[in-house]
């Protein structure tokens, strides 16, 4: 039986093979890093402290993000991508690697206060197409017995961010996972159940009304609906509350309704598209947090809310791959450079969102299109710039969307500009292009000033890198074997 500690700060209480298990509810921040204008880690980091932040979720273990973690106080959870997944699901000399040179290398005194490591994310996704359906629980058991072999068991839970999509149903209450996956989540609760994990999901009222022209859109907010889902005796006044139901009876229906939940992603986007904006993300976020700190729960969990939850996201990632739209690049509730957005109040002890320190910004100089100049064949030139640079703020929905064609021109060359850190040449466009030192921002179109780079180890490249590591060790034991 499922029952709230009410007094103090929000707690769960949750009963777990005969053992109650008593947890403080937080809220956490996804910290992804593909970002084209990075801040220094430490920078980030004491963000992420002044704004009283307590827990981070990480994509990967970029050694520059958890160097500055250290010492920190700060608990992370840190994941492992797919593509890692089937040479760890192989190998026990791959996992050994992997966790000797993510976890053990920066647990300890004044080290990284890794409390998950994530194994996979998102791996039964329906776009992957089943690809890491039969490498999830072999690699989950891999690295746990590696984590053993570490003395890290008992201190490192391993789980499994599942997006919404893994369940399915017309109401909440009829809630059920997938067919074709029932027997494995019913494998993988089983093993979160054993090892006292909680069941992470992601979880995106935006995504539904995006994907949906005829989804409420009060009903993806918490203010009220003329929309309300009744199911029995339930009354469903937003989506957040339904998804998560939903979830709860999937979990019923295959024997674990007392699993502890973990909402792993949740946010909504301020640029990208036409729903995707600051009044929006402010009115989501602040619903959101206010709803999960009044302890109310949810119709089939009532008192009971998620364990934790984890903001998507904490910055700006204007490297991200587009798809499923151009929001993928606008989730963060501060800008790329740490500033925030809009006020928010994290309920964490502080009023308000509190803006990075000592930011590092290249000098206060923007490149244009020169108005003195034919624009006539700026088409190359342009479709170069935007196949670098960020231009995803252009195009129907974004908030530089209506700056005219000079505009876009000059939106275009100065996203590129900035990318290559201001080098004069990257301001040519064969003699199109001029640098000003005039803002040529325009109403709530911001035109950007880079940031300098330092401390900070290429996320891509390191991820590559480590990849590789792991496939050649894999390889070698395969070509023993």
């Known amino acids: 039986?499922?029952?709230?500690?009410?007094?103090?700060?929000?707690?769960?209480?949750?009963?777990?093979?005969?053992?109650?298990l008593e947890v403080e509810s937080a809220i956490g921040v996804n910290w992804g890093t593909f970002s084209s204008h990075k801040l220094n880690p430490s920078t980030v980091v004491d963000l992420l402290k002044n704004n009283k932040i307590q827990k981070v979720k990480l994509f990967e273990a970029d050694p520059g993000v958890m160097r500055a973690l250290a010492g920190s106080g700060i608990q992370v959870m840190v994941g492992i991508p797919n593509e890692m997944l089937l040479p760890l699901s192989s190998s026990t000399a791959a996992s050994d690697l992997w966790v000797r040179q993510n976890v053990s290398g920066y647990v300890g005194k004044d080290?990284?206060?890794?409390?998950?490591?994530?194994?996979?994310?998102?791996?039964?996704?329906?776009?992957?197409?089943?690809?890491?359906?039969?490498?999830?629980?072999?690699?989950l058991l891999n690295v746990q017995q590696s984590l053993a072999r570490a003395n890290l068991a008992g201190s490192i839970k391993l789980v499994v961010p599942c997006n919404a999509d893994a369940y399915e149903a017309d109401l909440p209450s009829q809630g059920t996972f997938r067919p074709e996956l029932t027997e494995i989540m019913t494998q993988l609760v089983s093993f979160l159940n054993t090892n006292g994990s909680p069941f992470v999901v992601n979880i995106y009222p935006f995504l539904s009304l995006y994907g949906s022209p005829d989804f409420p859109q009060d009903f993806a907010f918490f203010e009220g609906t003329a929309h309300v889902v009744t199911?029995?005796?339930?009354?469903?006044?937003?989506?957040?509350?339904?998804?998560?139901?939903?979830?709860?009876?999937?979990?019923?229906?295959?024997?674990?309704?007392?699993?502890?939940?973990?909402?792993?992603?949740?946010?909504?986007?301020?640029?990208g598209a036409l729903s995707?904006?600051?009044?929006?993300?402010?009115?989501?976020?602040?619903?959101?947090?206010?709803?999960?700190?009044?302890?109310?729960?949810?119709?089939?969990r009532p008192g009971v809310p998620p364990v934790d939850i984890y903001l998507f996201s904490l910055l700006d990632e204007g490297?991200?791959?587009v798809e499923p739209g151009n929001f993928e690049r606008h989730w963060g509730i501060f800008s790329f450079d740490g500033q925030a957005k809009y006020a928010l109040n994290l309920g964490l002890g502080n009023e308000l969102l509190k803006n990075a320190r000592n930011v590092e910004y290249l000098p206060s100089r923007w490149?244009?299109?020169?108005?003195?100049?034919?624009?006539?064949?700026?088409?190359?030139?342009?479709?170069?710039?935007?196949?670098?640079?960020?231009?995803?703020?252009?195009?129907?929905g974004g908030s530089c969307n209506g700056i005219g064609v000079n505009g876009n021109i000059?939106?275009?060359?100065?996203?590129?500009?900035?990318?290559?850190?201001?080098?004069?040449?990257?301001?040519?466009?064969?003699?199109?292009?001029?640098?000003?030192?005039?803002?040529?921002?325009?109403?709530?179109?911001?035109?950007?000033?880079?940031?300098?780079?330092?401390?900070?180890?290429?996320?891509?490249?390191?991820?590559?890198g480590l990849v590789s590591l792991v496939l050649i060790v894999w390889g070698l034991l395969l070509l023993r074997a």
């Open 367 to 396: 490149c244009v299109a020169d108005p003195s100049k034919d624009l006539s064949n700026v088409a190359n030139h342009f479709g170069l710039a935007c196949s670098v640079a960020d231009c995803t703020t252009l195009n129907y």
């Open 319 to 321: 490297a991200k791959i």
């Open 1 to 20: 039986m499922l029952e709230p500690k009410m007094e103090g700060p929000v707690f769960v209480l949750f009963l777990l093979m005969g053992l109650v």
């Open 276 to 300: 995707a904006n600051i009044s929006a993300a402010q009115a989501f976020n602040q619903g959101l947090i206010k709803h999960i700190l009044s302890n109310q729960g949810t119709p089939l």
């Open 410 to 464: 000059s939106y275009a060359f100065n996203s590129y500009y900035q990318l290559q850190k201001q080098n004069s040449q990257s301001c040519d466009f064969d003699g199109i292009g001029m640098v000003t030192f005039l803002d040529p921002s325009v109403g709530e179109c911001r035109f950007l000033v880079g940031v300098t780079e330092t401390g900070f180890a290429n996320f891509g490249e390191c991820s590559k």
């Open 111 to 139: 080290g990284v206060d890794i409390r998950f490591v994530a194994v996979g994310n998102e791996p039964f996704l329906m776009s992957n197409a089943g690809q890491y359906l039969n490498y999830v629980l072999p690699a």
């Open 231 to 271: 199911d029995g005796s339930n009354i469903y006044t937003n989506a957040f509350d339904g998804n998560f139901d939903t979830l709860v009876a999937a979990l019923t229906k295959i024997g674990y309704g007392q699993m502890p939940i973990v909402v792993g992603e949740v946010g909504w986007p301020t640029d």
